[in-house]
Structure formats: structure tokens, C-alpha cells
């Protein structure tokens, strides 16, 4: 299904929609507790990194430094974001790049059908050699055709008569027909026109482009003249046929999708390398990985006494005890 786009006297416009058819998860344990200082019942996991930075670690996690960060999680999370990302890059580059390219259209099809005499000898010549410079340019061979508004007796819409005239004249993908129609009535003058173009015509001749060709035509018609509206709309897309564009606005979007997905990336990655660091170390020190939980010990501001973090009162004098990440805050009964 190819493109069709027209309008009328009233300057309303149809434009169908164009065919373009052949025709986190993380490391280091989910709930683990970890701190940069001790805290009750916390495993020492402090390592070495592979710059030599300690790195103090304090987790809940017992087994944090006993396997790599690479997990079937992680490995699922990045591939998953990768191919997102991915597809929407391809999406909207493709959106932002028009390829352009002349085509091999039927030169024999550049024609010019007029038999309501809309154009004069001379200006049937002159879009003649209008059309030859388009398909020049473009390898794709136009039809004009002109007739009045008898087709209403036949047809439901200006478009599938167009369609109609189209592959009456054998017409293929690579061509164009432009129907004009318009009324005889001196006291009222009023037209119509659809533009029909196969999908092969994409190539050299853009959406945009279309749609520019299209605007151009509904204002050169405002003069009454299919000639003055032909000449206008032509001349003002030479320079974008068969031409390969890109839309430089999408750049500013894809700076920022990158920004966006890279969050993801630093949210799974800097997880992993802490894991990995840790298990390179614990490696290379086992014997770290088999201290017991440590416990942690205050000295009561009332008795003086000694008492294990795990006490919350000091059994010597009733002083109540409050402990928080390894800072010691006493809080004395009423």
C-alpha cells in the first residue's frame, strides 16, 4: 500500500499514514546488613582491594567474600539491560536517519493527462520538463492527470480514484500520480487533488519530504492555477530528494538514555567489583573467613564495670545500656 496525501479548495488537507511495508539486583545478599563500622553480631569482612585500598566491611552477611559478584542475577540484570538498551537506541536512530537513493522508476511513465484542458500547451511543456528534472534527480517517473468532478458519481473518495488511475496507466512501486480535479462553474471555482505514490518511492522521496511537497502544493493553489501550485511545490523540495538525512534533535535523547541506563550499569557493576575484590582476598586469606561474630564491649559511666554490647541493662548497677553501629549511648532509668 502506497502513500496518498491531498487536499481542497477550502484548504482542509487528507493525509492517510504512510505504508512503509515491503510494498536491580545486587550484590553482596539481599537483607545483609552491612556498615562501615562494627555493630552487634556483625562478621569483619574488611578487605583489600586490588589497588591496595582497605576497604572496612562489616555485614550480617556470612558469606559475603566466599563467592564471585558474577551470580546468575547479575548476569541476567546486565544482559537484560544491555538489550534494552539497545533496542531502544536502533529505534529511534532509525526514526532519526532517512536513507536516500535514486531509484530505477519507467521513464516512459513521466505523463502528462489532461483531458478537462486545465493546462495550456505551454505550461504542459514547462511541467514536462519539471518532471525530467525530478526524475533526474530521483529516478522516479510522475504522472499528472486532471479531470472534473464526475468521479463523485462513481467513487467514494478522491483516493480510490487515484488509486484506480494508477494501475490503469501500469503504474508500478517506483512512480507517483497526481490527480487534480475541479468543477466548471465560473461563479464557484473549486478543486481537489491526491498525490499517490508507491512505496518504492521512499527511498528518494521522504515522509517529510512528502508532506512538505504536500504543503507547498495547498498554498500554491491558492493563485488557482495547477501550474503556478506544481512549479512552487517542486522547486521548494528539489534539494531533499534522494537525499540521506538525520535528524540531529535525537542527539540530546540519546545522551540522556545513555545517562539513564548507565545508572543501571553502575547499580549492578560496583556491587559486583566489591565482591569480586573481596573474594579475590579472602582467597588469598582464608583464615579471615573464620571469625566468629563479633562481640563488642563498654565500660558503664555509673560503676565502671565492663559489659558485653549483648547486655542491654549493667547487671552491677541497672544502668540501662543502648548500643548503635558500634557508637556506645547510656541511658540512665528514671
Known amino acids: 500500500m502506497g502513500r496518498h496525501g491531498g487536499g481542497s479548495r477550502s484548504g482542509g488537507s487528507h493525509r492517510s499514514s504512510s505504508?512503509?511495508?515491503?510494498?536491580?539486583?545486587?550484590?553482596?545478599?539481599?537483607?545483609?546488613?552491612?556498615?562501615?563500622?562494627?555493630?552487634?553480631?556483625?562478621?569483619?569482612?574488611?578487605?583489600?582491594?586490588?589497588?591496595?585500598?582497605?576497604?572496612?566491611?562489616?555485614?550480617?552477611?556470612?558469606?559475603?567474600?566466599?563467592?564471585?559478584?558474577?551470580?546468575?542475577?547479575?548476569?541476567?540484570?546486565?544482559?537484560?539491560?544491555?538489550?534494552?538498551?539497545?533496542?531502544?537506541?536502533?529505534?529511534?536512530?532509525?526514526?532519526?536517519?532517512?536513507?536516500?537513493?535514486?531509484?530505477?522508476?519507467?521513464?516512459?511513465?513521466?505523463?502528462?493527462?489532461?483531458?478537462?484542458?486545465?493546462?495550456?500547451?505551454?505550461?504542459?511543456?514547462?511541467?514536462?520538463?519539471?518532471?525530467?528534472?525530478?526524475?533526474?534527480?530521483?529516478?522516479?517517473?510522475?504522472?499528472?492527470?486532471?479531470?472534473?468532478?464526475?468521479?463523485?458519481?462513481?467513487?467514494?473518495?478522491?483516493?480510490?480514484?487515484?488509486?484506480?488511475?494508477?494501475?490503469?496507466?501500469?503504474?508500478?512501486?517506483?512512480?507517483?500520480?497526481?490527480?487534480?480535479?475541479?468543477?466548471?462553474?465560473?461563479?464557484?471555482?473549486?478543486?481537489?487533488?491526491?498525490?499517490?505514490?508507491?512505496d518504492d518511492t521512499e527511498r528518494c522521496f521522504s515522509d517529510a519530504t512528502f508532506d512538505k511537497f504536500l504543503d507547498n502544493f495547498q498554498k500554491g493553489m491558492a493563485g488557482q492555477k495547477l501550474s503556478e501550485a506544481l512549479k512552487y511545490s517542486w522547486n521548494s523540495v528539489m534539494d531533499d530528494l534522494a537525499k540521506t538525512k538525520v535528524d540531529f534533535v535525537i542527539v540530546p535523547i540519546v545522551l540522556f538514555l545513555l545517562f539513564f541506563y548507565g545508572i543501571f550499569y553502575v547499580v549492578i557493576l560496583i556491587p559486583v567489583r566489591k565482591q569480586n575484590d573481596a573474594y579475590k582476598y579472602f582467597q588469598a586469606n582464608p583464615e579471615r573467613l573464620s571469625q566468629a561474630p563479633m562481640t563488642m564491649y563498654s565500660e558503664c559511666p555509673s560503676c565502671g564495670a565492663s559489659n558485653s554490647e549483648q547486655a542491654e541493662v549493667c547487671p552491677y548497677c541497672g544502668t540501662l545500656l543502648k548500643i548503635s553501629d558500634g557508637k556506645v549511648t547510656f541511658v540512665k532509668p528514671n
Not at 583489600?48 to 540484570?77: C, E
Not at 497526481?178 to 478543486?191: A, K
Open 19 to 198: 505504508s512503509r511495508s515491503g510494498g536491580g539486583s545486587r550484590g553482596g545478599g539481599s537483607g545483609a546488613r552491612t556498615s562501615k563500622t562494627p555493630f552487634k553480631g556483625c562478621y569483619n569482612r574488611t578487605y583489600y582491594d586490588r589497588r591496595g585500598r582497605v576497604h572496612r566491611y562489616y555485614t550480617s552477611n556470612k558469606n559475603f567474600g566466599t563467592k564471585s559478584g558474577w551470580g546468575v542475577g547479575n548476569i541476567v540484570a546486565l544482559v537484560f539491560v544491555t538489550l534494552h538498551m539497545c533496542l531502544m537506541l536502533a529505534g529511534m536512530i532509525s526514526t532519526s536517519v532517512t536513507l536516500g537513493g535514486r531509484i530505477e522508476g519507467d521513464r516512459s511513465r513521466i505523463l502528462i493527462l489532461d483531458p478537462v484542458d486545465v493546462l495550456t500547451d505551454q505550461e504542459e511543456t514547462e511541467i514536462l520538463t519539471l518532471l525530467n528534472q525530478v526524475y533526474e534527480k530521483t529516478g522516479m517517473p510522475v504522472t499528472v492527470c486532471t479531470d472534473d468532478f464526475s468521479w463523485k458519481e462513481h467513487y467514494q473518495s478522491l483516493e480510490v480514484f487515484s488509486e484506480e488511475i494508477y494501475y490503469q496507466i501500469g503504474m508500478d512501486e517506483s512512480s507517483m500520480v497526481i490527480l487534480f480535479t475541479e468543477n466548471d462553474d465560473p461563479d464557484f471555482y473549486d478543486w481537489e487533488y491526491d498525490v499517490y505514490c508507491g
